[in-house]
């Protein structure tokens, strides 16, 4: 097949959870022997690659500036009724350019990745009225924001996270109504989004991981790891509490322990904290993260807000790293245990006892290295996920017009 992607970002290199998750869907569709055509905005907010694509994916770019949500951006939104997201960065008309540079002639089917993208069905359906358009959902973006703004403290910015939650339920119910189908990263996702659409074709795909091999380092129980996007706000929220609620009786009761944090994007704020405990260690983004994963004891995700599958939860279980995260850090992944494959905690007291736990047990360090990563194997491979989306692709082409 030929298959047409748009991306609001060229997802390369794939540092985070969201390029990941488009860069091995774009990998695994390319082994399966499909021709991909990547239309992308080159964004200045992140790091791009294009030319690590190469391989898998002709890529079509054109710069853009993505301007931070000032004011006027939600004044827009509001006059609008669209999410500020959606409205201040998604520029219809350097998407055309990029499509008109695009070689399309035997086009089969069109990919949207994310909902962002779902402004561009008009475009599209003027461009390729025949071809059918399948948006791929990697959060349910509403309750995302819905999430987000219940754990936000100022009372302005929660009552503004809230109004743009429900015109994001409203403009994914819409997108999802003109789609011919959509995929979930997950069964949960698919479900809610289901509920907004009902008779909408569907399926839950799954992210594909990379399985790395085990190079046989020792790893350290006291040296604990966190990796992520600093960026994003879930995450920084989730670091910002456990250095306040979590970090301070936790030396106390274990003064061997530390912590290395990876990533781009930390905040000065916290820096200033990295730099005055010598436990604390911010490493920024690192060119082996496999090695940090392969020689730390546990990592830890305290995540209260997000959608989605967390790919940084599965990348820890492929490399045999036992993780401790909390209900949303775990939400979706199929056939995670509790005890099995990862501790849960959810609250500061469950930090502290499951990472003390962790450090007094080997046998449980050893259970859930072994067990997670055989999860993830199983049922997470480039080959599996890719099959099953390839399937479901030729479905909705041979299916009858809605």
């Keep these: 097949m030929t298959i047409l992607m748009i991306s609001p970002r060229i997802p390369a290199p794939p540092q985070d959870g969201g390029a990941l998750y488009v860069y091995n869907t774009i990998k695994g569709l390319h082994q399966r022997g499909h021709y991909i055509e990547l239309a992308s905005f080159n964004s200045n907010l992140h790091t791009q690659a294009p030319d690590q694509l190469e391989t898998y994916a002709s890529v079509n770019h054109l710069d853009i500036n993505f301007k931070s949500y000032g004011l006027a951006a939600f004044i827009k939104s509001l006059i609008s009724g669209k999410p500020v997201q959606i409205v201040h960065r ?13 070689n399309l002639e035997n086009l ?5 990745e994310g909902i962002h993208t779902a402004w561009f069905i008009e475009l599209l359906r003027n461009k390729f009225p025949e071809k059918k358009i399948i948006l791929r959902e990697s959060n349910v973006e ?10 936000e403290a100022n009372p302005v910015k ?6 743009q939650a429900t015109m994001m339920k409203k403009f994914e119910a819409e997108a ?13 996702d698919r479900q809610l989004l289901s509920a907004l659409v009902p008779k909408k074709k569907s399926a839950a795909i799954y992210p594909s991981i990379e399985i790395p091999e085990i190079r046989g380092l020792e790893r350290d129980p006291y040296k604990m790891l966190m990796f992520a996007d600093w960026n994003w706000q879930p995450n920084i929220q989730g670091l910002e509490w456990f250095l306040k609620e979590v970090w301070p009786p936790l030396k106390k009761a274990q003064p061997k322990v530390s912590l290395t944090v990876c990533g781009k994007g930390m905040p000065d704020s916290l820096l200033s904290i990295f730099n005055n405990d010598t436990q604390l ?11 940090f994963k392969q020689r730390c ?26 993780v401790i995260t909390t209900n949303s850090g775990a939400e979706g992944i199929p056939g995670l245990k509790e005890n099995a494959h990862y501790l849960k905690a959810n609250n500061a007291e469950d930090f502290l006892q499951k990472i003390n736990k962790l450090l007094n047990d080997c046998s449980l360090q050893k259970t859930l290295s072994t067990q997670g990563r055989t999860l993830v194997k199983r049922n997470f491979s480039y080959k599996a996920q890719s ?11 041979n299916s009858p017009n809605s």
């Design 90 to 102: 998604m520029d219809r008309s350097v998407m055309s350019e990029i499509l008109d540079k695009s």
């Design 108 to 112: 089969d089917v069109i990919l949207l």
């Design 142 to 151: 509403y309750l995302l924001l819905k999430r987000n703004a219940k754990r």
């Design 158 to 163: 929660k009552v503004l996270l809230y109004h």
């Design 176 to 188: 999802l109504q003109k789609v011919d189908a959509f995929t979930a990263i997950s069964e949960y």
């Design 281 to 291: 260690h911010y490493k920024g983004f690192v060119e082996d993260l496999e090695e």
């Design 297 to 322: 004891g546990v990592m830890l995700a305290p995540l209260f807000s997000g959608s989605g599958i967390k790919l940084k939860i599965m990348e820890s279980l492929a490399s045999g790293l036992p």
């Design 387 to 397: 099959q099953k989306l390839e399937s479901f692709i030729q479905k909705v082409i």
